[in-house]
């Protein structure tokens, strides 16, 4: 597994650079100058304007530029934000926590929902509870995750005024009070992207452990005398989360762009609101860093669905 681990690691790295090139070319291409604001202020020389342009380097030709940041990069800087003035790997430390544990939860909270439901509905197909659960996850990955955010924000905050709608990051609360503070102003971010996620696993489990529920060793294990129970958990469910895992890995991407758009609705100081902010002012170097970081999430992502194939199923080898 060890072997396997390391090729999978090397296989990435050209992975990586690519993404790095077009997201550098497509940033460097695109409309716009971080400089911009300079070249109207008065206060400001030309000449202090150029010497700026030539110490980050603006004016060279884009593959120049790509291999300085790519040299930086290696080095550990991650460059400068024009519009914070502080470095860019001091931003996203600070908001990458955040982010990662509204994910986090969020898809603990997706799991929770999709496992227990959509193998209780797939075991007893068209049933009343099977028909109810199957349009409550239609409804659930219907309706984007803005809306699903407004909706709560209407009944939760401002009807019944349970809970805050802006996540603050200076809670005044220490201890226990702090902790639950941090709770009330982190459910409804994180149901938000989990009932979405769970809606849509839920359909897919069920359409998984259907598929597995006829297959003929199945009906050998019944024909064993085994418990219902345990042919469901060890033989069906098993071998129907395969697919499910290969599903969540490739819904990484959509968790992200979801979480970017639930952060910036309810405030939340993350990822998602740094790269919002960064492109509204233009700051090219924050941008870079962001999208390359989050690309990097989602093939980390990846190659683990790749090491739990192996676990769920023992054909798989992993030479």
């Known amino acids: 597994m060890i072997r396997y681990l390391i090729r999978r690691v090397l296989i990435t790295i050209p992975s990586i650079l690519g993404i790095s090139v077009v997201l550098f070319t497509v940033l460097a291409l695109a ?18 304007q150029a010497a700026l342009r030539a110490k980050f380097g603006l004016d060279d030709p884009v593959p120049v530029r790509y291999l300085h940041w790519l040299t930086a990069m290696l080095h550990g800087d991650w460059g400068f934000s024009f519009a914070s003035r502080v470095n860019v790997d001091t931003l996203i430390l600070q908001r990458l926590p955040t982010t990662l544990a509204v994910i986090g939860a969020s898809q603990v909270l997706a799991v929770l929902i999709a496992l ?41 905050s401002i009807q019944f005024d349970w809970l805050p709608f802006v996540f603050r990051s ?54 064993k005398g085994l418990r219902e129970s345990g042919v469901v958990l060890k033989h069906v469910v098993r071998n129907a ?26 405030r939340v100081p993350g990822i998602g609101s740094l790269l919002i902010s960064a492109i509204l002012a233009n700051d090219t170097p924050v941008i870079m860093a962001v999208t ?17 194939y192996g676990w769920l199923d023992p054909r798989i080898s992993y030479r």
């Open 31 to 48: 409309p716009g100058d971080p400089f911009g604001d300079l070249a109207s202020n008065p206060a400001i020389p030309p000449e202090v």
């Open 116 to 156: 227990p439901v959509g193998i209780f509905a797939a075991t007893r197909p068209y049933s009343l509870f099977d028909q109810i659960a199957s349009t409550v996850a239609l409804i659930g990955f219907s309706l984007p995750t803005f809306f699903t955010g407004i909706v709560f924000i209407l009944i939760f």
């Open 292 to 308: 390359f970081v989050i690309a990097c999430l989602v093939i980390l992502f990846n190659l683990i669905a790749d090491l739990l």
């Open 241 to 266: 989360m395969i697919p499910v895992v290969t599903l969540i890995a490739l819904q990484m991407p959509i968790v992200f762009s979801g979480a970017i758009i639930t952060e910036q609705i309810f």
């Open 170 to 223: 200076d809670l005044a609360s220490t201890g226990l009070a702090w902790w639950w503070e941090e709770f009330k102003q982190s459910i409804m971010p994180v149901a938000v992207l989990g009932l979405f996620q769970g809606a849509t696993w839920m359909r897919f489990v069920r359409s998984a452990v259907l598929d597995v529920a006829r297959l003929d060793y199945v009906t050998t294990a019944r024909a």
